[in-house]
Nanobody
Framework: QVRLVESGGGLVQAGGSLRLSCAAS????????MGWFRQAPGKEREFVAA????????SNADSVKGRFTISRDNAKNTVYLQMNSLKPEDTAVYYC????????????????WGQGTQVTVSS
């Protein structure tokens, strides 16, 4: 059983930056692809970014390309989401997720989820 715990959320002004972290435990971290998703009030959970276990390949949603960067440190069992040039429309609860095999941009493909961390961007 993999446990995921997100941290690093908070309130930031538009144009600012935040770095989210997701610490994993209870599994073989470097065998999992990791993803970040977000969910705003009244909206469905949407894909943000994902990374393979080997760092070789990453994927970002069009809405965050050029602004958000996903990375991971397998020695620390941690995946990160660096968010720059934040916009009010980035406001959401951000979740990290893990799955065996290659990453996916579909939430349904992920087996394990964290509890989420709130990101609020003020205008």
């Amino acid at each position: 059983q993999v446990r995921l715990v997100e941290s690093g959320g908070g309130l930031v002004q538009a144009g600012g930056s935040l770095r989210l972290s997701c610490a994993a435990s209870g599994g073989t971290f470097n065998s999992y692809a990791m993803g970040w998703f977000r969910q705003a009030p009244g909206k469905e959970r949407e894909f943000v970014a994902a990374i393979t276990w080997s760092h070789i390949s990453t994927s970002n949603a069009d809405s965050v390309k050029g602004r958000f960067t996903i990375s991971r440190d397998n020695a620390k069992n941690t995946v990160y989401l660096q968010m720059n040039s934040l916009k009010p429309e980035d406001t959401a609860v951000y979740y990290c997720a893990a799955k065996v095999g290659f990453y996916s941009n579909s939430a349904a493909a992920y087996n394990y989820w964290g509890q989420g961390t709130q990101v609020t961007v003020s205008s």
